[in-house]
């Protein structure tokens, strides 16, 4: 699967964005599926994630309550929408497949494809 991450952008501190990552290939809603950034400098972390079905969502502490990931598996997406936005939260946001786990997934390890990524800018 290929995944296209698009949506990110420059905005300031209290705002939204909303996140698109489009998958192409067979099977969409057989992959759980993930978001993670990176900020200058530091290490790629997990924002949210999301399981095959929808029915399950899981997001880090530091976004609850601001973020909220989802998928339309007829459009082969998954969303973030981004609210409340802060100056941390500047980072690249990338999507990510899991073919084999439970949607749970924090590890970078547990994805298996991954998009290019998105700059979101917030400023403050």
């Known amino acids: 699967v290929q995944l296209q991450a698009s949506g990110g952008g420059l905005v300031q501190a209290g705002g939204s964005l909303r996140l698109s990552c489009a998958a192409s290939?067979?099977?969409?809603?057989?992959?759980?599926m993930g978001w993670f950034r990176q900020a200058p400098g530091k290490e790629r972390e997990y924002v949210a994630g999301?399981?095959?079905?929808?029915?399950?969502?899981y997001h880090t502490d530091s976004v609850k309550g601001r973020f909220a990931i989802s998928r339309d598996n007829a459009k082969n997406t998954v969303y973030l929408q981004m609210n409340n936005l802060k100056p941390e939260d500047t980072a690249v946001y990338y999507c990510?497949?899991?073919?084999?786990?439970?949607?749970?997934?924090?590890?970078?390890?547990?994805?298996?494809?991954w998009g290019q990524g998105t700059q979101v800018t917030v400023s403050s």
């Open positions: 990510a497949a899991d073919r084999a786990g439970s949607g749970r997934g924090q590890w970078l390890y547990e994805y298996d494809y």
């Open positions: 290939g067979p099977l969409f809603s057989r992959y759980n």
């Open positions: 999301i399981s095959r079905s929808g029915g399950n969502t």
